[in-house]
Nanobody, 115 residues
Framework: QAHVEESGGESVQAGGSLRLSCAAH???????MGWHRQAPGKERELVAR???????EYADSVKGRFTLSRDDVENTMYLQMNSLKPEDTAVYYC??????????WGQGTQVTVSS
């Protein structure tokens, strides 16, 4: 059954690093893969996304600190997060957009950054 699986969320101290992974299982014709996050009391927001052609877009708040990459052979996406700040604390969701079968979302992985 098609689904998205996220991993890598943890509790870290400010200045630390984490690497999130998103694996797309049994999902075909993938167009864009991306990470979104939602902090308590806030709306879900885009963190970064990458198209099949390799074009990457980052939110201004993470530019220079986060790096997104994608392995099309394994249908996996990675988000390397460095210099983490308390305001990065959120549930991070992977979103997989396909050309013809709609979007798939993961269940989320918690990232907590303490000061």
């Amino acid at each position: 059954q098609a689904h998205v699986e996220e991993s890598g969320g943890e509790s870290v101290q400010a200045g630390g690093s984490l690497r999130l992974s998103c694996a797309a299982h049994d999902i075909f014709s993938i167009h864009v893969m991306g990470w979104h996050r939602q902090a308590p009391g806030k709306e879900r927001e885009l963190v970064a996304r990458i198209s099949g052609g390799g074009s990457i877009e980052y939110a201004d708040s993470v530019k220079g600190r986060f790096t997104l990459s994608r392995d099309d052979v394994e249908n996996t996406m990675y988000l390397q997060m460095n210099s983490l700040k308390p305001e990065d604390t959120a549930v991070y969701y992977c979103r997989v957009m396909t050309w013809s079968r709609g979007d798939y979302w993961g269940q989320g992985t918690q990232v907590t950054v303490s000061s």
